[in-house]
């Protein structure tokens, strides 16, 4: 009896009366949300080409990181005035009409709106859905719902590929998108009767807002990377700079104070989401390319370590899951300890004298490293945040984990330009598997100074 009320089951937190709309509901919707991110990447070919717009490939992509950047500040400071609820409508019914946008495109044009709309809703709905959780669920039950969140994942990084090219090639790729659409429906509706039962929500008057302009020049900055890093060249490199500039501009006013310097307590927090993600970015954007050019690999089987990661991904989160009383600092410096050797196997694997196999060892440990601190992470964002800028802190974090991201791949296709090519891409990734491994070293040491009481 004593161990039943010291640890109750994982299942009632998710599956109790006041919980079960909300876990149903937010993992419908996650799920999608991941099925649509894995079937568009994998439907993008065949449908730019059947749109006539193959010199634009990569704008369907950084057409939804622009909006979703902005969509995500936008999102937190709605939140941080009206609470969840208007996010947790819109998000949904903005994603549906961006996949019903792009699922009828008679030409790019079309295509790039829907996509336009498809970031703007997955903006929305990521601030809300954290908030969404920091409103239902205590500190010591969050583990558990962000353990499911990467469970739901797992589904469409194993079959989502494979589901959108047979649907792409038996009934068109139209259906990639709509055929999503009556499911997202489902849990939007979902969604709004959780939506109506939260209590009111009370804005603090002198809590910190993120400003519009800002937002939309950090989306551009963000963008400029991202472009440079797909089409690396001495006049990407340039307008790639020149984005950087706008994009530190615009952070100082969309990061809390002292997150550039690493400050103890809610600026490291929100540092370490951009060294943890970004870190982990670089390796996976470059790692298939790896596996091709280095040892050889056909398509299929360079993309299948990144299923791996999906895979220890979801079992490390569902082992932080399973201890609702572990330290949360200390899981997030494990975190950053297991990517750590992850990413030091990727210098070895990008060579060719190493073992190819090893790269699926590395995913697995890395993989896992992500599923323990990725949580850790969020918990610990709440847990720092006062109530009335959760909204802010958390599209903060989502910001830095894109800047991240941006940055360190930007990074790679720099050194492939300057120090290799991707035909012979061994020495650019050595460089670039060493930088990620000082990166999350650095990590391990900034997430050992925080403050003694959280």
């Known amino acids: 009896m004593t161990q039943t009320t010291t640890a109750p089951p994982r299942r009632s937190v998710l599956w109790s009366r006041e919980h079960r709309l909300t876990t149903i509901g937010l993992l419908l919707v996650v799920t999608l949300v991941a099925f649509e991110n894995m079937g ?3 439907a993008m070919p065949t449908l730019v080409a059947d749109l006539h717009g193959l010199a634009l490939y990569s704008w369907p992509f950084t057409t939804f990181l622009i909006a979703s950047v902005v969509a995500t500040v936008l999102s937190g400071r709605m939140g941080d005035r009206r609470g969840p609820a208007p996010a947790l409508i819109a998000g949904p019914v903005l994603f549906a009409a961006g996949l019903l946008v792009a699922g009828t495109a008679d030409g790019m044009p079309m295509l790039l709106a829907g996509r336009a709309l498809q970031g703007l809703g997955s903006g929305f709905l990521l601030v809300a859905v954290s908030l969404l959780i920091a409103a239902t669920f205590t500190d010591r039950e969050r583990p558990v719902i962000y353990a499911a969140n990467a469970a739901a994942w797992v589904l469409p990084a194993v079959v989502g590929p494979s589901v959108a090219g047979l649907i792409t090639v038996s009934i068109g790729w139209r259906w990639v998108f709509l055929g999503l659409i009556p499911l997202v429906a489902v849990g939007a509706a979902l969604l709004v009767v959780v939506a109506r039962s939260l209590p009111a929500h009370v804005p603090t008057a002198t809590a910190r807002r993120a400003g519009v302009i800002p937002a939309v020049v950090a989306a551009l ?63 996976e954007a470059y790692l298939p390319l790896t596996m091709s050019a280095v040892h050889g690999y056909g398509p299929a089987m360079a993309g299948l370590p990144l299923t791996i990661t999906a895979l220890g991904w979801s079992a ?139």
């Not at 900055?221 to 501009?249: E, K, M």
């Open 221 to 283: 900055g963000v963008a400029a990377l991202s472009w440079a890093a797909q089409h690396p060249s001495p006049v990407a490199i340039a307008y790639g700079a020149a984005g950087l500039v706008a994009l530190a501009a615009a952070l100082r006013k969309l990061l809390p104070s002292g997150t550039l310097t690493a400050r103890p307590g809610l600026p490291t927090v929100i540092a370490s989401r951009a060294l943890l993600s970004g870190a982990y970015a670089g390796m």
């Open 40 to 42: 568009v990447a994998t």
């Open 316 to 454: 490390g989160s569902a082992l932080q899951g399973r201890f609702l009383d572990w330290s949360r600092e200390a899981s997030l410096r494990t975190g950053f300890v297991l990517v750590a050797v992850s990413l030091a196997g990727f210098v070895l694997v990008s060579q060719p004298w190493f073992p190819a196999w090893c790269a699926f060892v590395i995913c697995a440990v890395g993989g896992a490293g992500m599923g323990i601190a990725m949580p850790a992470i969020s918990v610990l964002l709440l847990r720092y945040s006062p109530e009335g800028e959760r909204g802010f802190n958390t599209s903060a974090m989502q910001l830095a984990d894109w800047v991240g991201s941006a940055l360190l791949i930007g990074l790679g296709g720099v050194l492939l330009a300057v120090v290799a090519s991707a035909v012979h891409p061994s020495a650019a990734m050595a460089i670039l598997g060493a930088a990620l491994v000082l990166l999350t070293a650095l990590g391990v040491r900034l997430t050992s100074r925080w403050p003694r009481k959280v």
